[in-house]
């Protein structure tokens, strides 16, 4: 019997009556474009990565905590789909994306010129993040109006991190959604193979190095040896 790929798994699923429905959450609205901030032209229209640290794409996803409102600031790389930066706050101001982007930059170091694609919320299209994007020598560029396809891959990785690492749960306090995150984006880039990445993790792609920490857990495992049973 011919490999069963995942969108045919999902047929068969559906058709069995066996797939899982998730359960409709309250949707909170994290985007606001009715501003009168410059808005910057979207920069790839005419340009795909070909490498990693050419293109970082940026969201804000809600995550639900019982003692404090929490919103997640995610920088994905378009290359290697590596989650490059990230920053929980407490509220959706543009702090939130700058610390995101501090993060992001401190652990990869890109080269000057990098483009920093995003929606046109508020939190992207205001001076406090234009100046930090500026005075790192990074270029800003942004969807067109009311077109989320175009920043397709940053809200697609909300989706993973919600569906997949369950991040969609309510945590009681500010700190499990801390933790749970730090978890979560360790193993999504480090251990979650991608189909369009020719199976290899994001964090494989990014570095170069292929077969690095998932490499080195299988040969631990391949490599055990139980111990025999002694004799009666």
Known sequence: MPPIGRDRLASIL???????RW???????????????AVQPNFLKAFQATAPNQVWVADITYISVEDSPAYLFLI?????RKIVGYYLARSL???GAIEALKVALAQHRPPRGIIHHSDRGVQYCCHDFLDAIHGWELRSSMTDADHCAQ?????????ILKREFLLALTFARFSDAKRAIEDAIHTYNTFRPHGSLNGLTPAEVHSGCVGGEIGAWLTEILAFHAPRPRAA
């Open 14 to 20: 559906h058709e069995a009556h066996l797939k899982v």
């Open 23 to 37: 359960p409709k959450t309250r949707k909170v609205q994290t985007t606001y474009s009715g501003h009168t901030y």
């Open 93 to 95: 101001h543009a702090s």
């Open 151 to 159: 920043n397709a891959l940053a809200e697609c990785m909300n989706g």
């Open 76 to 80: 994905t790389d378009q290359y290697s």
